[in-house]
Nanobody
Framework: QVQLVESGGGLVQPGGSLRLSCAAS????????MGWYRQAPGKQRELVAS???????NYADSVKGRVTISRDNAKNMVYLQMNSLNPEDTAVYYC???????????????WGKGTLVTVSS
């Protein structure tokens, strides 16, 4: 199995920045995609950003230009640098990876427990 642990959430003022980190551990053969999702109160979970092993990235329109996702393949970590935060960014942020645990195994989705980001003055 794969375990994900997020860190870096907290309270930040509008216009501020936060950096989220996620560490993947366990029986990992390889990780295809690493990403961040978020869920605001009363809303569905949505993709924030994702990054492939090749480095290709995908961002939600609402965060383009303000958010940068990166990964460290050697450490099985993914980061989310968020700038110019606004109250609409308030949500629980979840780390997600698509990984396999053995060479001839299939890929599965794994989720962290989430870290709360609150943007408020």
């Amino acid at each position: 199995q794969v375990q994900l642990v997020e860190s870096g959430g907290g309270l930040v003022q509008p216009g501020g920045s936060l950096r989220l980190s996620c560490a993947a551990s366990g029986t990992i053969f390889d990780i295809a995609t690493m990403g961040w999702y978020r869920q605001a109160p009363g809303k569905q979970r949505e993709l924030v950003a994702s990054v492939l092993g090749s480095g290709g990235t995908n961002y939600a329109d609402s965060v383009k230009g303000r958010v940068t996702i990166s990964r460290d393949n050697a450490k099985n970590m993914v980061y989310l640098q968020m700038n110019s935060l606004n109250p609409e960014d308030t949500a629980v942020y979840y780390c997600n990876v698509v990984a396999r645990t053995k060479l001839f195994g299939g890929y599965s989705n794994y989720w962290g427990k989430g870290t709360l980001v609150t943007v408020s003055s």
